[in-house]
């Protein structure tokens, strides 16, 4: 609770600083999980005063959680995100809503001794029949149904996400040159940590949440979810590049050129190709550091639309792919021809904004690779 309190402050003053969409939406998410962390609090400091009004805010919360981390990968990955369709933001309110005023009722129609008969039976497993009377038996089918919701929308987000993920990241490779410090690998990693807290969460709700009361076991769990949020938090915050700062240049209307407004044949694409290789040899674009496809585009008087089919269909690569091969056979002719060189120096050279960089491409595309 208190992990997920702090990383809301953190993102209020980063919003603050300067307005981003991606961070509003993981605020939210933040914000929720700070509510629902707080009924769990509530929960092991047997605050029974407090049920059963927090656990229909613990329902709420728990079957938005998820929702709200995909409109924040959506709000990152695509120029349309899902916030601004209706029918999906209709649904990310009306079934954490749904859910708890089906259980409110439940409880406003219960007597005062089946509620404590069901808080006590169903959460601290203290022995009492928990399924004696109509509503008490609907109450704990409710919370099996609530329970198998969020079950699927675990599963629903981890798809939908690495799917908006993978595209994000193609759609990146298609534009720069220099790709990776572009490309979502982090939250990624985030969107998978949180699934592994989930599954641990179903695992510990099967096992009995019961059994950390009162314990000193409550300290792994409490550890081991603080250390994931604090990965997903930070990551959020670290964030520097999203589908926004692509408008520019990836998501704008494709550039018009004279002459391209027919569909381009192979022998079009074949001289188009010439050029491109022409126009790399000789003035050594691919040097330039954060190239883009726009650029290249404009010194050939095409657009990007024709260049991207000719990379992929004649070269079969992406624009990333390419200009980065181009750069390790400039920079391992850099070496052998001057070994005093340090490898800073050569990555530099080569037009690489960092040694990482240079690193990574130069184990992915050197010529001795096997």
Same mark, same amino acid.
């Given at each position: 609770?208190?992990?997920?309190?702090?990383?809301?402050? *953190?993102?209020?003053?980063?919003?603050?600083?300067?307005?981003?969409?991606?961070?509003?939406?993981?605020?939210?998410?933040?914000?929720?999980?700070?509510?629902?962390?707080?009924?769990?609090?509530?929960?092991?400091?047997?605050? !029974?005063?407090?049920?059963?009004?927090?656990? #229909?805010?613990?329902?709420?919360?728990?079957?938005?959680?998820?929702?709200?981390?995909?409109?924040? #990968?959506?709000?990152?990955?695509?120029?349309?995100?899902?916030?601004?369709?209706?029918?999906?933001?209709?649904?990310?309110?009306? #079934?954490?809503?749904?859910?708890? +005023?089906?259980?409110?009722?439940?409880?406003?129609?219960?007597?005062?001794?089946?509620?404590?008969?069901?808080?006590?039976?169903?959460?601290? !497993?203290?022995?009492?029949?928990?399924?004696?009377?109509?509503?008490?038996?609907?109450?704990?089918?409710? !919370?099996?149904?609530?329970?198998?919701?969020?079950? %699927?929308?675990?599963?629903?987000?981890? %798809?939908?996400?690495? /799917?908006? #993920?993978?595209?994000?990241? /193609?759609?990146?490779?298609?534009?720069?040159?220099?790709?990776?410090?572009?490309?979502?690998?982090?939250?990624?990693?985030?969107?998978?940590?949180?699934?592994?807290?989930?599954?641990?969460?179903?695992?510990?709700?099967?096992?009995?949440?019961?059994?950390?009361?009162?314990?000193?076991?409550?300290?792994?769990?409490?550890?081991?979810?603080?250390?994931?949020?604090?990965?997903?938090?930070?990551?959020?915050?670290?964030?520097?590049?999203?589908? @926004?700062?692509?408008?520019?240049?990836?998501?704008?209307?494709?550039?018009?050129?004279?002459?391209?407004?027919?569909?381009?044949?192979?022998?079009?694409?074949?001289?188009?190709?010439?050029?491109?290789?022409?126009?790399?040899?000789?003035?050594?674009?691919?040097?330039?550091?954060?190239?883009?496809?726009?650029?290249?585009?404009? /010194?050939?008087? +095409?657009?990007? +639309?024709?260049?991207?089919?000719?990379?992929?269909?004649?070269?079969?690569? +992406?624009?990333?792919?390419? %200009?980065?091969?181009? /750069?390790?056979? @400039?920079?391992?002719?850099?070496?052998?021809?001057?070994?005093?060189?340090?490898?800073? *120096?050569?990555?530099?050279?080569?037009?690489?904004?960092?040694?990482?960089?240079?690193?990574?491409?130069?184990?992915?595309?050197?010529?001795?690779?096997?």
């Amino acid at each position: 609770m208190f992990v997920c309190g702090i990383l809301s402050v *953190e993102l209020v003053l980063a919003l603050l600083g300067k307005f981003d969409r991606p961070r509003c939406w993981l605020l939210a998410w933040s914000v929720v999980c700070t509510v629902l962390y707080a009924c769990h609090m509530l929960y092991f400091h047997r605050e !029974h005063w407090a049920y059963p009004y927090s656990d #229909i805010v613990y329902i709420a919360c728990n079957l938005a959680v998820y929702p709200l981390y995909l409109f924040y #990968i959506s709000e990152l990955t695509e120029p349309k995100p899902l916030s601004r369709r209706p029918l999906w933001l209709a649904l990310l309110l009306a #079934i954490p809503l749904l859910a708890a +005023t089906v259980a409110a009722v439940l409880y406003g129609a219960m007597s005062a001794e089946e509620t404590q008969d069901f808080l006590f039976g169903y959460f601290y !497993h203290d022995g009492r029949q928990a399924a004696s009377t109509p509503l008490l038996q609907a109450q704990d089918v409710w !919370h099996l149904v609530c329970r198998l919701l969020f079950a %699927v929308q675990v599963v629903m987000v981890l %798809v939908l996400s690495l /799917r908006k #993920i993978k595209r994000y990241n /193609r759609m990146v490779e298609l534009y720069y040159a220099d790709a990776e410090e572009r490309k979502l690998h982090s939250l990624r990693w985030g969107l998978l940590l949180l699934v592994v807290m989930s599954l641990l969460s179903l695992l510990a709700n099967s096992v009995g949440r019961h059994v950390f009361v009162d314990t000193l076991w409550l300290v792994l769990p409490s550890l081991g979810f603080s250390l994931m949020l604090l990965f997903i938090g930070y990551t959020g915050l670290q964030m520097r590049f999203s589908v @926004y700062d692509m408008s520019e240049s990836a998501l704008v209307s494709t550039l018009s050129a004279k002459g391209h407004d027919e569909p381009m044949t192979a022998s079009r694409y074949a001289n188009l190709q010439e050029r491109f290789l022409t126009l790399m040899a000789e003035e050594k674009l691919y040097l330039q550091p954060d190239l883009r496809l726009d650029e290249v585009a404009r /010194r050939l008087g +095409t657009n990007r +639309t024709y260049l991207l089919a000719m990379l992929n269909e004649q070269l079969q690569m +992406t624009f990333s792919e390419y %200009v980065n091969r181009q /750069r390790i056979a @400039y920079a391992e002719q850099l070496m052998a021809n001057n070994p005093e060189m340090n490898k800073v *120096e050569v990555s530099m050279q080569s037009g690489y904004g960092s040694p990482a960089s240079f690193y990574r491409n130069f184990k992915l595309y050197r010529s001795s690779k096997a």
